[in-house]
């Protein structure tokens, strides 16, 4: 019970704010993503409890009694009051993403907290095992530091599968568009379930190639699973559950869970008409699926959607993506044209001055898109195309100075 008064003080006054930070309002499943920040800690505390109770036994010398319950039957209902702390700590950090997202986990996604569940038994279990050899005294605090590190350190490392053995990177599901990938799910089921059947069987007495057979066969199971996972175990999600707003131009396809829909639609359409009116090539659909057909431009990042963030949106679509040859080479001289022509189409779009934005648009940036503004319509458009093109590859420095685009 005292361990379980730290855990909830632990997850409420030091994780609450990464937990409802990356959780996405109205979207289930990125609670559950940001509740795993808590996994280490509610590990930790597990093992440490489990190695509590196993040297507990061990010093009193309760096996070596002739006791008329067998090993199992002793233990469990001792480590069944650890297990239900993790879990416990593990719903407290679900809540507060509740409290955050507006909404419940869906059922889909819910395998990710019977993993939760399974690290914490496998934790457990491992902890008492290890109590039962070490002294008492070392036995919970060297478990509270193994069961942290075990896991939380794959995380950072550089090969990604280990990660995805102890749902290290669960905090990457899931942005509106993404869902939990199925084999970062079943991986850490199996690696788990191996720990925690091994573990039972050891405290049993069983033949030890027993638990052996069984740890081998369900580390192997998972890694197979999981060895293709990228950094990120998440997937795209059903584009079948977009809402699509066809009653204009241009369409616009939205998740469910954004809100003010029409507001964004009629926004996209009033900003869409101003560009296309301007002279600007407007494509006749928006969508935040990920596969894109052709006429259509990504709608938004990866999170939700906003009104005030349309403008930005819909100027990334007059832009070109930064090229290949950029990202390997490192070399990119015509990137500081990026931020004016943002403020200038901003400023098209919305017909307000061009403004800075932090991290988007500087306050020189936003200066030299009103100058660029000052000037007669065919000039803007030279200074935009010179630009426009020098953005398309590595090449090539940027015009800004508006004299040097009309040459």
């Avoid at 986990?105 to 993993?115: A, E, I, K, N």
């Avoid at 070109?320 to 015509?334: D, G, L, N, T, V």
Wanted: with cysteine; hydrophobic share 45%.
């Amino acid at each position: 019970m005292l361990m379980l008064v730290f855990l909830a003080g632990y997850v409420l006054l030091l994780l609450s704010e990464p937990i409802t930070a990356g959780t996405v309002h109205g979207y289930g499943p990125s609670v559950l993503g940001n509740a795993s920040y808590t996994i280490p800690f509610a590990a930790a505390a597990c093992a440490a409890s489990g190695a509590w109770e196993g040297a507990r036994l061990r010093r009193g010398n309760v096996f070596g009694q002739t006791p008329s319950r067998s090993r199992l039957a002793i233990a469990l209902p001792l480590l069944a009051p650890v297990w239900v702390m993790g879990v416990a700590g593990m719903l407290i950090a679900v809540g507060i993403g509740v409290s955050a997202a507006g909404t419940l986990p869906p059922f889909s996604h819910l395998g990710m907290f019977v993993v939760f569940a399974m690290l914490m038994a496998a934790a457990t279990l491992a902890g008492y095992l290890l109590g039962g050899l070490l002294p008492h005294l070392a036995a919970a605090p060297l478990a509270m530091v193994v069961g942290f590190c075990l896991t939380a350190f794959p995380g950072s490392w550089d090969t990604p599968w280990p990660r995805h053995l102890v749902a290290g990177a669960y905090d990457s599901c899931c942005s509106i568009g993404s869902v939990i990938d199925p084999a970062a799910v079943w991986g850490p089921l199996l690696f788990t379930g191996g720990i925690i059947a091994a573990s039972l069987l050891v405290i049993a007495q069983a033949s030890r190639w027993k638990p052996l057979a069984v740890l081998v066969a369900a580390s192997a199971a998972s890694v197979y699973l999981v060895v293709n996972l990228s950094y990120s175990p998440v997937t795209d999600r059903n584009p079948d559950a977009l809402v699509c707003d066809t009653a204009g131009a241009p369409e616009v396809c939205l998740w469910p869970e954004t809100p003010d829909r029409s507001r964004i639609v009629a926004t996209t359409r009033t900003y869409s008409g101003r560009l296309q009116s301007a002279g600007f090539p407007v494509l006749a659909s928006f969508t935040q699926n990920r596969d894109l057909k052709p006429g259509q431009a990504h709608f938004g990042g990866k999170g939700q959607v906003c009104e005030q963030d349309v403008a930005a949106n819909l100027t990334n679509t007059l832009l070109p993506p930064i090229p290949e040859c950029a990202r390997a080479s490192r070399k990119y001289p015509a990137y500081p044209a990026r931020g004016p022509l943002t403020a200038w189409l901003t400023a098209i779009a919305t017909q307000t001055p061009p403004a800075p934005v932090q991290g988007r648009i500087s306050p020189d940036d936003a200066k030299l898109a009103h100058k660029i503004l000052t000037l007669p319509s065919d000039r803007q458009h030279a200074w935009y195309e010179t630009n426009r093109t020098a953005l398309t590859g590595c090449d090539q420095n940027p015009t800004l100075n508006p004299e040097g685009a009309s040459r």
